[in-house]
Structures are given as C-alpha cells and as structure tokens.
Nanobody, 126 residues
C-alpha cells in the first residue's frame, strides 16, 4: 500500500498549486483522506479532509477560502487545489488515510490513521 503525493514546487506569493495524492494498493474512496503540512520548526497541521462516504469536506481556518479538496475515483486520487498562496504556506504537504476527520482548534485531525504518504514540498517565495 502506498500513498504518493505530487504537484509541489516553488511558486510566487498569490500563486496556485494543485497537489495530488494517489493510492496504490488502496482504494482512496473507502477512506477519509486528510492533507497535513509541516513547516520547519513547527508542528504538523491538518489542512483539509475529504470523507470517504459522502465526500464531505473540512478545512483548517488557516486555509479556508483559499484551498479546495476533491477526488477522482477513476484515478484513485485526491487533490488539494491551493490558491492565493502565502509564504507561510511553505511546508511539506502529506496525505494520510484514516477512519474519520474532525476539527480541533481550527485544524483538521484524522482518526486511526492507517497510511501516510512521503510528502511533497511546497515553497512560496518571490
């Protein structure tokens, strides 16, 4: 089983990126998929989640209105569209599969995480 992230890179402030999380050996539609990020010297932050049953979505306060999570069942992929990027969005972004998503202190957490991806670097800088 693997979760493979892609789509990261260097982007200027106010730019956009679309991250992908593709499952191998696992059907992402059967799981709640959460995107996390971790910047150097900071704790990991849950950014957004899409639920595996009805596809409900959750967003952290820090990205609400700038980020959109979606999925393509045929491609077994979950996407994170990020717009109006800021330097403080710079981090390694990882996806994870678990059994439920919930909000705590403005961030999105995942219950019973089963699988993690390796992450993709996003750098927002001029």
């Amino acid at each position: 089983v693997q979760l493979v992230e892609s789509g990261g890179g260097l982007v200027q402030p106010d730019g956009s990126l679309k991250l992908s999380c593709t499952g191998s050996g696992v059907t992402l539609a059967n799981w709640h998929i959460n995107w996390f990020r971790q910047a150097p010297g900071k704790e990991r932050e849950g950014v957004s989640c899409i639920e595996g049953d009805f596809g409900a979505t959750l967003y952290a306060d820090s990205v609400k209105g700038r980020v959109s999570i979606s999925r393509d069942h045929r491609k077994n992929t979950v996407y994170l569209q990020m717009n109006s990027l800021r330097p403080e969005d710079t981090a390694v972004y990882s996806c994870a599969a678990g059994y439920g998503c919930y909000v705590r202190d403005g961030t999105i957490l995942l219950r019973n995480t089963q699988y993690w991806g390796q992450g993709t670097q996003v750098t927002v800088s001029s």
